[in-house]
T-cell receptor, first 113, second 111 residues
Framework: EPEVTQTPSHQVTQMGQEVILRCVPI?????FYWYRQILGQKVEFLVS????????KSEIFDDQFSVERPDGSNFTLKIRSTKLEDSAMYFC???????????FGQGTRLTVV | GDSVTQMEGPVTLSEEAFLTINCTYT??????LFWYVQYPGEGLQLLLK?????DKGSNKGFEATYRKETTSFHLEKGSVQVSDSAVYFC??????????FGTGTRLQVFP
């Protein structure tokens, strides 16, 4: 069964460093998303991406964040200068055109120290 | 703006007990409604969905009915198993757009 894959599963980084979280969406999906879940809290929307551009972003998704689809398969989230409060589980999701449900990857746990 | 409210957890049940996890929503339009499940150490898995009023989503013995009059989408299962222990998230999406999640409800089932 096709699935969304994310790498790495866990990343530890020092405050102020740049990180890139990687995702491979399901191959025929055209809508891509990033969400995050701070430990013990709700899952929050960060950004949606369609047709090689951001279609919507939340207040959390400030200038420190960027997304890119560098090739036909990968979808990345970059955090330019990490802060302690960026520590969270980051989930990538994708959705097929015409369907309402999104499918999630296993997540990347980001720990900023 | 749109929002989802779930009952506080944890919900603690014995195996074979009946489960209800309440979920209500606020939306400006006619959203699709979802339940996602997160097993320990894993990502989010779609459990079931409903796209219009009075639709019933079902999967793995879980059910939820889209009630427009009460703006609710309560999750039910007739007989829970230990393996159902997880965190359950209610969510909505307007126009097949981003998902808005509730806070999640942890279910613990004991033998």
């Amino acid at each position: 069964e096709p699935e969304v894959t994310q790498t790495p599963s866990h990343q530890v980084t020092q405050m102020g460093q740049e990180v890139i979280l990687r995702c491979v969406p399901i191959s025929n999906h055209l809508y891509f998303y990033w969400y995050r879940q701070i430990l013990g809290q709700k899952v929050e929307f960060l950004v949606s991406f369609y047709n090689n551009e951001i279609s919507e972003k939340s207040e959390i998704f400030d200038d420190q964040f960027s997304v890119e689809r560098p090739d036909g398969s990968n979808f990345t989230l970059k955090i330019r200068s990490t802060k302690l409060e960026d520590s969270a589980m980051y989930f990538c999701a994708s959705r097929e055109t015409g369907l309402t449900e999104a499918f999630f990857g296993q997540g990347t746990r980001l720990t900023v120290v | 703006g749109d929002s989802v409210t779930q009952m506080e957890g944890p919900v603690t049940l014995s195996e074979e007990a009946f489960l209800t996890i309440n979920c209500t929503y606020t939306a400006t339009g006619y959203p699709s409604l979802f339940w996602y499940v997160q097993y320990p150490g894993e990502g989010l898995q779609l459990l079931l969905k409903a796209t219009k009023a009075d639709d019933k989503g079902s999967n793995k013995g879980f059910e939820a009915t889209y009630r427009k009059e009460t703006t609710s989408f309560h999750l039910e299962k007739g007989s829970v198993q230990v393996s159902d222990s997880a965190v359950y998230f209610c969510a909505l999406s307007e126009g097949a757009d981003k998902l808005i999640f509730g806070t999640g409800t942890r279910l613990q089932v004991f033998p």
